[in-house]
């Protein structure tokens, strides 16, 4: 069982706009910055944003961040069929002194 | 441009020991950050392990799984990453990916292609 938690899934039409949540803790998402990672199939992560919200380069101006308390929330609009992949959440932990991840949501493009 | 290349993996049985190395270019490897994370087959991301920089005082964090058994290490002159993995459980079996920590604490921005560990009698 993680610490973070994600919906399994989530799904749209090309264009439209998909929303991931991460629920955390006062020990993770509350007192430490949130990343978020883009796995396409067969392929290894790649980080969304920095921890002040910058993208790296490459990473297109249609996914956004945002964190409010112990919750975090990852947003792609435009939505692509390049787009299709798993997403995770993750956080510095100071309980369990660890980064934890999210569980990962799968994103289907219909 | 910032690459990571690992080698290592393979195929060994329950309590075996191997060791992955990851090799890091682009960057200065002294003062970088590095991790350590694994995926087993069809399964979710799993941290494994953290070390700073010996400029931060070169502390090593462990997820409580591999605690005791994993060991991280680094040479600095060759910008190399080492996981040396002892008491290998089959639960231990997954893609093993070295990934540098561009922000702290731990936006890992990098990451290398990933070596396979299969554990299993």
């Known amino acids: 069982q993680s610490v973070l938690t994600q919906p399994p899934s989530a799904s749209g039409t090309p264009g439209q706009r998909v929303t991931i949540s991460c629920s955390g803790g006062s020990s993770n998402i509350g007192s430490n910055s949130v990343d978020w990672y883009q796995q396409l199939p067969g392929a290894a992560p790649k980080l969304l944003f920095y921890?002040?919200?910058q993208r790296p380069s490459g990473v297109p101006d249609r996914f956004s961040g945002s964190k409010s308390g112990t919750s975090a929330s990852l947003a792609i609009s435009g939505l692509q069929s390049d787009d299709e992949a798993d997403y995770y959440c993750?956080?510095?932990?100071?309980?369990?002194?660890?980064?934890?991840f999210g569980p990962g949501t799968k994103v289907t493009v219909l | 441009e910032v690459q990571l290349v690992e080698s290592g993996g393979g195929l060994l049985k329950p309590g075996g020991s191997l060791r992955l190395s990851c090799i890091l270019s682009?960057?200065?490897?002294?003062?970088?950050?590095m991790s350590w994370v694994r995926q087993a087959p069809g399964k979710g991301l799993e941290w494994v392990g953290r070390?700073?920089?010996?400029?931060?005082?070169?502390?090593?964090d462990y997820a409580a799984p591999v605690k005791g058994r994993f060991t991280i290490s680094r040479d600095d002159s060759k910008n190399t990453l080492f996981l040396q993995m002892n008491s290998l459980k089959t639960d231990d079996t997954a893609v093993y990916y070295c990934?540098?920590?561009?922000?702290?604490?731990?936006?890992?921005?990098?990451w290398g292609q990933g070596t396979l560990v299969t554990v299993s009698s």
């Open positions: 993750a956080a510095w932990d100071d309980n369990l002194n660890g980064y934890v």
């Open positions: 921890p002040n919200n």
């Open positions: 682009g960057v200065r490897y002294s003062d970088a950050w």
């Open positions: 070390i700073k920089s010996k400029g931060s005082g070169g502390t090593i």
């Open positions: 990934a540098w920590v561009e922000k702290a604490p731990s936006s890992m921005s990098t």
